[in-house]
């Protein structure tokens, strides 16, 4: 009985979309037999286990938004509908799980116009199922294609977008488009200098960027101007990003914080913020990890930090420390060669940074690498431990 849907459905959905939408109610009611009523009614929390997949809890707490639900009929649509989509039946369930209302809602009428309407701007069946997996209430909703054809360009592709859903974005798909997006876009566009690209960035690491109060975001702005970053600057969308839905009082905090832990004058604190804004975003206890080790260990001056801020870009477990931990036992066994400053190392790409330092030691420190490939995950190897 559901393959039979199941069937009916993959055929109207690889059919072309005019065609597909006007017969879907007749072909799915003949492939269904007459239900009688059921007089003591229809068990929802069953039917969620049995047919769809949900857990028992799951199945507990959406039971409690289709409690009109009186039939499998139009469920069982949905469910073939879905599945002719190329969705398994745990990703199915999980989409239930996410949304429960998608059960009542009907095929012929919502379901297979949007696939069809979708389909015309240019997704791909795969595209589709990807996004009904994220965001099925918002869907159900007929805006969902408006909003669409206005991100795609802005975002530049679906890849692009769907990485903005996954991340927590699905409120670009609820957001008024004429009274909130697209005013922060363009103020974001004609005033701070930003291009599409710049703005997809912004939001793959902020997805609410675009969506908040357009009066918070122009306070944004200021605050970055605040710290030094002026608009249409090559740091402005990263700086931006480093401020944003933080408060003046918390940024001034951490601009304190990091005049104390790392010795800076406010000219050179400010020289940091300029070159490396995302610094403000590093939490405190990683600040002073940082500090210690560039003092105590690296044996570093807090002006020579100040001027080369991107050390603070880089891992600590996956590349300060472990290149350190080569050039000292290096150095420490009489295989450094002359001076080598430590930035300069640090710098280097992974693959120059082995030729240079790791390959040559081959016969003279025969277990450099694997030491070396330990320390950088995370582990200091007895070789490398000084003392």
């Known amino acids: 009985m559901l393959r039979l849907r199941e069937c009916v459905v993959s055929r109207l959905l690889s059919s072309s979309p005019t065609s597909a939408i006007l017969p879907l109610r007749r072909l799915l009611s003949a492939a269904a037999p007459h239900i009688s009523p059921n007089p003591r009614g229809f068990a929802v929390e069953e039917y969620l286990v049995g047919t769809c997949g949900l857990t028992r809890p799951q199945a507990l707490e959406a039971s409690k938004k289709l409690s009109h639900?009186?039939?499998?009929?139009?469920?069982?649509?949905?469910?073939?509908?879905?599945?002719?989509?190329?969705?398994?039946?745990?990703?199915?369930?999980?989409?239930?799980?996410?949304?429960?209302?998608?059960?009542?809602?009907?095929?012929?009428?919502?379901?297979?116009?949007?696939?069809?309407?979708?389909?015309?701007?240019?997704?791909?069946?795969?595209?589709?199922?990807r996004l009904v997996s994220l965001t099925p209430d918002?869907?159900?909703?007929?805006?969902?294609?408006?909003?669409?054809?206005?991100?795609?360009?802005?975002?530049?592709?679906?890849?692009?977008?769907?990485?903005?859903?996954?991340?927590?974005?699905?409120?670009?798909?609820?957001?008024?488009?004429?009274?909130?997006?697209?005013?922060?876009?363009?103020?974001?566009?004609?005033?701070?200098?930003?291009?599409?690209?710049?703005?997809?960035?912004?939001?793959?690491?902020?997805?609410?960027?675009?969506?908040?109060?357009?009066?918070?975001v122009r306070a944004m702005v200021t605050c970055t101007e605040g710290i030094g970053v002026p608009r249409g600057s090559a740091m402005f969308r990263k700086a931006l990003h480093a401020v944003a839905f933080q408060s003046k009082e918390k940024i001034a905090a951490k601009l304190d914080y990091l005049k104390n832990t790392f010795r800076w004058s406010d000219a050179q604190a400010s020289i940091v913020v300029r070159k490396y804004p995302g610094v403000l975003r590093k939490s405190k206890e990683s600040l002073k990890h940082r500090s210690e080790f560039f003092f105590s260990e690296v044996g570093l001056e807090p002006a020579y930090i100040a001027h080369r801020p991107t050390l603070h870009s880089y891992s600590m477990e996956g590349r300060l420390r472990p290149r350190f931990y080569v050039i000292k036992f290096l150095e420490e066994n009489g295989l450094l060669g002359q001076y080598r400053d430590y930035y300069s190392i640090v710098m280097l790409s992974e693959k120059i940074f082995v030729e240079k330092f790791i390959c040559p030691h081959k016969e003279a420190a025969p277990h450099l690498a694997e030491d070396y490939a330990t320390a950088c995950k995370g582990e200091v190897p007895t070789n490398f431990r000084f003392t």
């Open 138 to 216: 918002r869907f159900r909703c007929r805006n969902i294609v408006s909003r669409l054809h206005y991100y795609m360009p802005l975002f530049g592709s679906f890849h692009n977008f769907l990485r903005l859903l996954q991340r927590g974005g699905s409120h670009l798909l609820s957001s008024d488009l004429d009274k909130v997006v697209k005013p922060n876009v363009v103020f974001l566009v004609e005033q701070c200098g930003l291009g599409n690209c710049d703005i997809a960035k912004l939001c793959i690491h902020g997805p609410r960027m675009i969506t908040t109060n357009p009066e918070r």
């Open 69 to 129: 639900l009186k039939s499998p009929a139009n469920s069982d649509a949905v469910l073939a509908f879905l599945s002719g989509l190329g969705l398994s039946g745990a990703d199915a369930a999980a989409v239930v799980a996410k949304d429960p209302l998608l059960l009542r809602t009907k095929v012929d009428k919502t379901l297979a116009p949007r696939v069809a309407e979708l389909t015309g701007l240019g997704f791909s069946r795969p595209d589709i199922a």
